[in-house]
């Protein structure tokens, strides 16, 4: 063996022999530590009492473990150099060691837990809320990690416990601090005046402290949504909507910004603009602040806050400001540098968000807002004027020609340039009835023709605007025609005269469009002519939906007719003398038609009254003839009261008519009921002469075969009934 090898040799000896002495030194060091972090931890969070220092356990425990680690290193080395005969003592060598460095990194933990702890204690009593907050936050994640041991210690839950407390004692701590660093105080004055003020405190320093721990603490977002609700109600919609003063406050221990209400008037824009300036200016200079690294309280602000608040400026003040006329939108053009200005402002200050930008679209294009707002202020016109009382009705009149009163055409012109095949005209061809319409159809009249003379004045440069005039105009129509039924539907339904109108106001409309054109079609614009402009395509479209609401009051009043001789016990007469409530219900019926010409007979056109009375009239009377022809038996006695009450019903009927004469032209079953009346009012011989061999005017009513019915139900057998029945073929 040479001399090297020997030294090497008797090295490694005497290092095997140190060894279990160096371990033993660790294991009663690691023994010591043990016992006084125990007696710590037991004295500070199991009874709660005033411990020592831990600086001398912190020191203790970083020596046992660099002591630790040392013998691990010098374990390793010896592993790997020593024969198999030691091999096992170096094995439960290191066994041991690893426990003893288990136990070392808990008593290190629990030590660290411990100085975050008394930091944190520390910090707060000296209002470093964040530092503190940062050590309580240290803390919970030493407890809560999946590699630690700590959850087995009896101490772990006693730990939970003093981190959960501090954590809910320090978060409350902090939020309390910041209301009373950042109060909303609001007050009644006199007069119904109200009055908010904002009352921050300075420095500044101790408000991102305390948002940077709130944040920490997971309370920071109610916080800021609070803060903003309140900005945002008490503050900036104030200052759109009302004429407010706004005062700011400076000293040395806080700011104040105060709001006061003025009056309830619109204020002009130039005011809402300087008044906005002044509250953000007042909160970039005290709350500009960052909640952690990648976020700002006033960002914050804008997130809940941007979208809704400039959506509300540019539609209740900066659209307003929107002059109407195009000579003073040079002027307006001072307003758009000025929300420019703003716009910057809110941009510099970073309370817009990215995607927020609705100022620049709305300063973007000055003569693009003139045109929307001219075209958003007609059709709001329109929707007022939809909203107007039907029943507010002025008449309109036709003057009557003279008959016979014909205009001539030269009939070579009319076939070789219009294609005309007749000659003649009467003078009142295409003019309206004389009737009544809601004074709010001439009004929508009038505003579509102030439309159109808009849109050939050609004042207006913008491209385009002649043809979204022209468009305007036809959707102002449809607007009336399709909301106003909506909006007035349970006075349509129930009230007839309110259908009456309605129609008319639609005819009314549809008889204008067909001539609207006229006087504009020379001035209109190519852009206009391409599109085909015309209003005659919308004629059928407006006289259907008139002519719907007015059917649809007619049904009603049919089946209300109905019902009621439905109730009458005209069906009955076979089984019965005339039933008591026949001459009431053929009353009630005669009362409701009579009800209707009051509704009906000035309002309506009169060849529109006469035609929907008549089918009124027409369906009653058929209901009652179709029900005598059903019975098969009727007393003579019966046929006597029928005979008077039917009489009372013509002589009514004819009365509900200008001209009472010209009810068989109106009633189309008018002689069918007149010649019941006479067969129930007749003799076999009377009823066989008005058969006249089926060319009677009895055959022009009935079916021999109703005939024949009829006279089997009212007279008895005999031979004069069988002959009578044998010619009636």
């Known amino acids: 063996m040479s001399i090297i090898a020997e030294v090497l040799n008797t090295a490694n000896e005497a290092e095997m022999l140190s060894l279990p002495k160096k371990m033993s030194e660790i294991s009663q060091a690691v023994s010591h530590l043990r016992t006084g972090v125990k007696e710590l931890m037991e004295v500070k969070y199991l009874r709660l009492l005033q411990g020592n220092d831990n600086t001398n356990l912190v020191e203790k425990g970083n020596e046992v473990a660099e002591n630790i680690k040392d013998l691990q290193t010098r374990l390793f080395q010896q592993t790997h150099t020593e024969a198999s005969t030691v091999a096992e003592e170096l094995r439960s060598m290191t066994e041991s060691l690893i426990e003893a460095r288990i136990m070392c990194d808990i008593c290190k933990k629990l030590v660290a837990i411990d100085d975050e702890f008394r930091k944190a204690l520390h910090d707060q009593e000296h209002q470093r809320y964040f530092s503190a907050a940062q050590h309580i936050s240290n803390i919970e994640e030493m407890l809560s990690r999946d590699d630690t041991e700590l959850e087995f210690l009896t101490i772990f839950e006693a730990l939970r416990n003093q981190s959960s407390g501090n954590y809910n004692r320090f978060s409350s701590e902090a939020l309390k601090i910041w209301k009373t660093e950042v109060s909303w105080i ?277 491209p385009n605007t002649a043809l979204k005039l022209f468009c305007t105009a036809r959707d102002c129509i449809n607007l009336y025609v399709e909301i106003t039924p909506v909006i007035h539907i349970k006075l349509l339904e129930s009230l007839p005269q309110q259908s009456a109108l309605f129609h008319n106001n639609c005819f009314y409309i549809a008889h204008e469009l067909i001539t609207l054109n006229e006087p504009y079609r020379t001035k209109y614009s190519d852009q206009v002519m391409r599109a085909m402009g015309t209003f005659v395509d919308m004629v059928s479209y407006v006289r259907a939906q008139g002519t719907k609401i007015l059917e649809f009051q007619v049904s009603k009043q049919n089946d209300m007719l109905v019902d009621i001789v439905s109730r009458s016990g005209l069906s009955t007469l076979a089984e019965q003398d005339v039933p008591p409530m026949l001459e009431k219900s053929l009353r009630q019926c005669l009362h409701q038609l009579s009800f209707l010409e009051t509704m009906w007979l000035t309002v309506l056109p009169s060849h529109v009254y006469n035609k929907i009375i008549g089918q009124l009239c027409n369906s009653l009377l058929e209901d009652i003839i179709t029900k005598v022809c059903l019975t098969k038996d009727i007393k003579e006695a019966t046929a006597t009261h029928l005979v008077r009450l039917f009489g009372y019903v013509q002589e009514s009927l004819p009365t509900l008519f200008e001209e009472p004469k010209e009810v068989h032209r109106h009633i189309k079953k008018w002689a069918k009921f007149t010649e019941l009346i006479h067969i129930l009012n007749g003799s076999l011989a009377e009823i066989g002469d008005r058969w006249a061999d089926g060319k009677g005017p009895l055959a022009l009513e009935f079916t021999a075969e109703q005939v024949r019915q009829l006279i089997k139900a009212l007279f008895q057998v005999s031979d004069r009934r069988s002959a009578i029945l044998s010619r009636i073929k």
């Open 186 to 462: 609001n007050c009644q004055l006199d007069s119904g005046r109200k009055t908010f003020s904002l009352q921050v405190s300075k420095p500044k320093d101790l408000l991102e402290n305390l948002i940077k721990t709130l944040n920490l603490y997971g309370v920071c977002e109610p916080q800021i949504y609070y803060f903003s609700m309140s900005l945002n109600t008490d503050v900036l919609i104030p200052c759109i909507e009302g004429c407010v003063t706004i005062t700011i406050k400076h000293n040395t221990v806080n700011s104040v910004l105060s709001i006061v209400s003025v009056v309830d008037d619109t204020p002009p824009v130039f005011s809402v603009l300087e008044n906005l300036t002044k509250v953000f200016e007042f909160l970039h200079e005290l709350l500009d602040i960052d909640i952690d690294e990648s976020r700002n309280f006033i960002s914050e602000l804008g997130l809940h806050l941007a979208d809704k608040f400039v959506s509300q400026l540019v539609r209740e003040s900066l659209s307003e400001a929107i002059p109407s006329r195009w000579q003073d939108l040079r002027n307006y053009e001072d307003l758009v540098r000025r929300i420019s200005e703003f716009n910057a402002l809110l941009r510099r200050i970073k309370f817009l968000p990215d995607g927020c930008d609705q100022l620049e679209k709305f300063c973007g294009n000055v003569e693009e807002q003139f045109l929307n707002k001219m075209i958003e202020r007609y059709l709001s016109r329109a929707r007022e004027i939809s909203f107007m009382n039907l029943q507010d009705m002025t008449p309109y009149y036709t003057e009557p020609e003279e008959p016979g009163s014909y205009q001539t055409f030269d009939s070579g012109k009319s076939k070789k340039d219009t294609i005309v095949l007749f000659t003649e005209l009467p003078n009142d061809f295409g003019k309206f009835p004389s009737c009544h319409i809601s004074k709010s159809v001439r009004d929508l009249m009038a505003l579509v023709k102030e439309i159109l003379n808009d849109c050939v004045s050609g004042i207006y440069p913008m």
